[in-house]
């Protein structure tokens, strides 16, 4: 038995053990149950919620202290008592099986003194006159039935050597089950250390992830002013495009004032001095794309005249200026370009906090607030797993005894089987052979010739060494069963019955993950000692945490939200959603702060291109493309006009000289801060990127950590080895017990009809091998007279 269980192996043992529940046990336990009348919610839910609760006996108590309407009369019961006449039938049903196993001790006992004191009677000298009811041709008893009988001997006792070795196996599997759903429970106790350390591995990570990300941000923001990040660099290059341009513009208004002159009524028109308020600058319309504008004051040249192409070349009066197009061209254009460049404010923005540099801090913070409670709950857990840790060191040091034990349970049984098989079987063969037994003394002789060979054979042999012991061979192997079905098996199944059924429906009740919990909750809304262990197992701080909208007990959202669901996340059970706990924690892409249109708005460099085209327009200025009125003076002009005009026109072409100067100044800073801005926009969005990637590696690092996968697992470490584990292996010993109990009653029955008839007596056919009476008389007279010879 010992071999046969090592090389089975407890994963072996469960695939017997399953298979025998699936094929007898459930069937059986269904089928009772359905004859009861009550469902899960009547039955079993209040039953095992008084068990867990330590109220049982006044439960079942409850079940006899009844009203005349049939209800409990709670009122008389101090505990938990039960909720109906429905709820009473469960209570009704598990001492039933228990009875059930009880009678079956009394039935067995009874009957069997009864057939030892008066079926011994019938037996008595029955070996005495086998040889002639054997030979009697009008027996009662046919071949047909006699062999039936045999066969039903046989395949009883068979059955039944084959559950007692199932029976064995179970037994063996749900040893080595319980190790299992010890080990789970002590996992079990070990999950707030778990999460401690899942987290605790988690922020490491997260501090490594920034560690890193800082690398790569001082590598591609540093500019070389030692300030990362701060980009002084393309605030200096911002400041200068800006100065140059706000050069620019000064250079075209003096130009534009020196050509367009100032209002009536200014002091003086001095092109480097005038307020832009007093000039009188040119509008331009649709239909004056040239410009317009009342007629005002020259402005003054530097020889202290005004200007000649503001005066009539005769007379020398004031008529109206020209305007200059071209300088309210540039004028717009710089101003485009000025009005859409990044002030230091908006470059500060740049200067952001990545979220890779905040997750760390924000998950310790988080963390540190349920610090406390994780050590307080783990505390808590010590004894128990300190228990199961010695409870598991006891079991192993038993372990060998166990296994003794459970071979000496069913020892009795295997033997018993053993020696009536061994026995029907050789009877059978016996008898077939004495049948062949004849009238004519040749032929006897022959065939006792025969015998005597075929008795040479091992087959033989254990016929004639069983001959003359079958009948303490029966009588033991009757004892022997008798001993192991009603001191055994029939008391095992009544206690055991107390169990099953309980067991069987706690394991309906509580879900597998991802399965339907509706029962398990049925359970916990009955409110007890259940919600209340429940409630001190999940790690709630002291002050509920809980969403406003939620109104579902802790219990129920520890189990609705993480105990059964594969997605769940611990940090729902304390009414924060994911989306609220990435937040809490900065887990956000960096386009979310730095947006795509911030990066254009700051570092884009389409608008830098307006100093190439200022540059060009302005290199085109010259007095041949751009006179405003400078050129000879006519024959009979005033006369300082060629004078004037000679003064006008080198002026006009110092102030093209230093146009062209100017813009050459702001074409240059405006590339450098092109190639600038390109590089830093560039290094920006690779950090942005890298900043994702490092975000979404700390995202899965606190996600996995306060994923409710763990508590599954720790879950199904103590579900499946409890419900299909021991439990299915108690379900099946218990129905071998069943199984086997009713077994042997049929079994010592048949054996008593079979040694209780005289024309079928299991004995009969070994006297048979005997020679027949008169001829062993014969042959003593022979030697008798040999010998006084």
Known sequence: AAIVLLLIGPVGANVFSDGF????????LGEIVSHCGFNQSTGPQPFLHALIDGQIFPYVNSCYVLKPNGMPDCDLIEGECSPSSLSCRYVYLIESLLVFGLVWIVILSVGSCFYCVFGSRVCKGMEDYSYELSSNSNAETSETERKWMSNTILLLSSFIAFISLFGLIFVYGGFSDLFSFLQGVQMATNLPQTFSSRAEMSISQCAMEKTIFLLNKNELLDDGSGHVGEHRRLKQLVNLTMEAGRELQKMIIELQILVEGCKKGAQECLPNTTNLYE?????????TPQGEHEEGIPSLLLNGNENPACREFLNGSLITCPCCRVCKDLLSALDNLMDSMPDQEDLNFLNITYPPEKVADAATSYFDQYRSTIESVHESLLPVN?????????????DAQVLILDMLFWFPAVIATFFIIVVEKCRKSNQSATLEWTTIQGEMISELEREEEDNKS??????????????????IAFGMGLASTVLLTAPSFAMLSIATLPLNDFCAIIPTTGGSASALLALLDMG????????????????????????????RVFVEDCLTSPDGKVWSVWGTSTAQFESSMNLRNSSDILTPLDLYRLLGTDRYRISAYLHRLISQLNIRNFSFGAG????????????????????????????????????????????????????????????DESTTRMRRALLEAGSCDIVNARYEGVRRPLCEGVVNDVKATWGSFLLSTILWAFLLLSLCIKTSNPRDNAYGGYVLIQAPPEEEEEEEEEENETGMS
């Open 632 to 691: 000879p003076c006519p024959s009979g002009s005033f006369a300082s006009c060629s004078a004037d005009m000679a003064t006008y026109t080198r002026e006009l072409m110092s102030m093209y000289k230093s146009l062209t100067d100017a813009s050459s100044r702001l074409l240059l800073v405006s590339t450098q801060l092109i190639n600038v801005s390109e590089v830093t926009r560039s290094n920006i969005s690779s950090l942005m990127s890298i900043a």
């Open 528 to 555: 007890g000692n259940l919600q209340e262990q429940m409630r001190s197992l999940v790690f709630t701080p002291w002050k509920s945490n809980l969403r406003q909208d939620d109104q579902r007990s802790t219990a």
């Open 279 to 287: 000039a009188n600058f040119c509008a331009y319309t649709t239909q």
């Open 386 to 398: 300190l228990s199961v840790e010695n409870a598991t060191a006891t079991l192993r040091s038993y």
């Open 21 to 28: 529940v699936n094929m007898f046990t459930d069937p059986i």
């Open 458 to 475: 091992p087959h033989r042999l254990l016929q004639r060494v069983l001959a003359g012991s079958e009948r303490k061979l029966l009588w």
